[in-house]
């Protein structure tokens, strides 16, 4: 499956783009709105692509970025909805936007693109609305855990610098964490070394 394509980008007509690999290659996709946006004829890009495998045809969709693209691979999993409505929707709607719309049940957002009609909608709906949320909650948790991650490291680091052992640094850090009320690297470092 081809999943990147990087190349000078020959020919862009409506969504269909052209890019002229290294290799000698040129590949037509049908890209997003937001993709073709980033492109200019005779500029080098890079693609992030969808193959479409058919009995009849390969297909290649591209995207302005792998959001894009994953919220495409979920539409997928809607019964009635191939690739070209997903790409359509994607094209009409940005990710985060249609994450949002999805995730709030707000059918109206999606019934306002081209082609895709209130049955369609609402299937979209029902179908990923609980999916799109667990994601947007495990999203959350995720960038949480790194902020705390990212906020103890910097203040062992500190402490570290300041002459103090790795292993001390990292028991008065969560002591302070454990004791005190602290949000910020600076108020984190001198909470821990009243433990030091």
Same mark, same amino acid.
């Given at each position: 499956?081809?999943?990147? /394509?990087?190349? +000078?980008?020959?020919?862009?007509? $409506?969504?269909?783009? +052209? ?17 073709? @946006? ?12 969808? +193959?479409?495998?058919?009995?009849? *045809?390969? =297909? /290649? ?15 997928? $999993? ?16 940005? *990710?985060?936007?249609?994450?949002? @719309? ?25 179908? /990923? ?16 855990? =790194? ?7 910097? @203040? ?5 610098? /300041? ?8 028991? *008065? ?10 949000s910020e690297t600076a108020a984190l470092v001198r909470a821990a070394l009243r433990y030091m």
């Amino acid at each position: 499956m081809i999943a990147l /394509l990087e190349g +000078t980008i020959e020919e862009i007509t $409506n969504r269909h783009v +052209t890019i002229m690999t290294s290799s000698g290659v040129g590949y037509e996709m049908l890209c997003s709105a937001a993709c073709v @946006a980033q492109l200019q004829v005779g500029e080098k890009a890079r693609i992030t692509v969808f +193959t479409e495998v058919r009995e009849d *045809a390969i =297909n /290649l969709f591209g995207f302005s970025d792998q959001l894009e693209k994953q919220v495409f691979s979920l539409l997928l $999993n809607v019964q009635g909805v191939g690739p070209k409505t997903a790409a359509e929707v994607i094209s009409n709607v940005s *990710a985060r936007m249609l994450l949002g @719309a999805i995730a709030d049940g707000n059918v109206e957002a999606l019934r306002r693109v081209k082609g895709v009609g209130p049955k369609t909608a609402q299937r979209v709906i029902l179908d /990923l609305q609980e999916k799109v949320q667990k994601l947007s909650l495990e999203s959350r948790d995720l960038h949480a855990q =790194n902020a705390q991650y990212s906020l103890n490291d910097e @203040a062992i680091a500190a402490l570290q610098s /300041l002459g103090f052992q790795r292993k001390d640094a990292e028991q *008065a850090v969560q002591k302070a964490l454990k004791n005190d009320n602290v949000s910020e690297t600076a108020a984190l470092v001198r909470a821990a070394l009243r433990y030091m």
